[in-house]
Antibody
Framework: QVQLQESGPGLVKPSQTLSLTCTVS??????????WSWIRQPAGKGLEWIGR???????SYNPSLKSRVTISVDTSKNQFSLKLSSVTAADTAVYYC??????????????WGQGTLVTVSS | SSELTQDPAMSVALGQTVRITCQGD??????ASWYQQKPGQAPVFVIY???NRPSGIPDRFSGSRSGNTASLTITGAQAEDEADYYC???????????FGGGTTLTVL
């Protein structure tokens, strides 16, 4: 059974770059027709899709974050990563990684990592 | 990009039926998927596609779509169904994802 686990600093200073890694266990990140996504959730608010990567390296990003986001994959480590530059307090959130399944007419996310809280503060 | 709109809060009496809706232009072209999130936990998907339930999700959960509105119906709500529910779909560009703002369901 595939499991995902986020890791990275829990505190980032304003204007710096937030960096998180998602480690996939229980299966190869390269197997199957899956995408690998990042999603965030500010405290008490809803979910926001940040972007996805395919193991070939192709990416898609939320237009509202596109100028600041980079998602990459390291298939040798079974990991994918998120970098979000020029962070502000508005980027404080729980960050989730998730496997995304794209089908004709719909998509869904399963499984999800447990989430990691990133706080932007000096 | 597209937006998905959900009622912020709903309530249902124990054992009764509740329909949680999600509206958006993208739903005319794409099915919604639905997630349940309990406090302090990651979301768990409960419905995907036309009305498919992953294994382990009770059959009291079902999904439907009409026009630009997707619905998650819980038939015979249980106390453990009290949670936040989110919808998502592919957006009109076909390349991105949108989430609804979430509905907090209270079981009375």
């Amino acid at each position: 059974q595939v499991q995902l686990q986020e890791s990275g600093p829990g505190l980032v200073k304003p204007s710096q770059t937030l960096s998180l890694t998602c480690t996939v266990s229980g299966g190869s990140i390269s197997s199957g027709s899956y995408y690998w996504s990042w999603i965030r959730q500010p405290a008490g608010k809803g979910l926001e899709w940040i972007g996805r990567i395919y193991t070939s390296g192709g990416t898609s990003y939320n237009p509202s974050l596109k100028s600041r986001v980079t998602i990459s994959v390291d298939t040798s480590k079974n990991q994918f990563s998120l970098k979000l530059s020029s962070v502000t307090a508005a980027d404080t959130a729980v960050y989730y990684c998730a496997r995304e399944i794209l089908a004709s007419g719909f998509c869904w996310f399963d499984p999800w990592g447990q989430g990691t809280l990133v706080t932007v503060s000096s | 990009s597209s937006e998905l709109t959900q009622d912020p809060a709903m309530s249902v009496a124990l054992g009764q039926t509740v329909r949680i809706t999600c509206q958006g232009d993208s739903l005319r072209s794409y099915y919604a998927s639905w997630y349940q999130q309990k406090p302090g936990q990651a979301p768990v998907f409960v419905i995907y596609g036309k009305s498919n339930r992953p294994s382990g999700i009770p059959d009291r959960f079902s999904g439907s779509r009409s026009g630009n509105t997707a619905s998650l119906t819980i038939t015979g709500a249980q106390a453990e169904d009290e949670a936040d529910y989110y919808c998502n779909s592919r957006d009109s560009s076909d390349n991105h994802v949108v989430f609804g703002g979430g509905t907090t369901l209270t079981v009375l």
